[in-house]
């Protein structure tokens, strides 16, 4: 995480968005009698945003807590893309 002041951040928009979306930084920007505000990639907020909604779904989140038990615990079955079509029809 990093913070650069205002006036930092607009001289050097291009810099700050970049490392934002290439080296997945946030960056808070600091405005002196103002509130600040974050920087961050659109990838890293899509992440936190679905992050938010398995936790607010109790029952979601135990499922995919239990997949992943099944997982670490060798309990899954692997399929080819064949046998998932013929499932299909």
Do not use: H, W
């Amino acid at each position: 995480m990093l913070a650069v002041n205002y006036s930092t951040y607009r001289n050097n928009l291009k810099e700050y968005c970049d490392r934002a979306t290439d080296d997945n930084e946030t960056i808070i920007v600091t405005r002196k009698g103002e509130k600040n505000v974050v920087l961050m990639s659109l990838d890293e907020y899509n992440n936190i945003m679905e992050n938010l909604k398995i936790l607010k779904n109790p029952s979601y989140f135990i499922e995919l807590f239990q997949s992943l038990q099944q997982l670490n615990e060798g309990k899954i079955v692997i399929k080819t893309m064949e046998e998932l079509e013929a499932m299909e029809q």
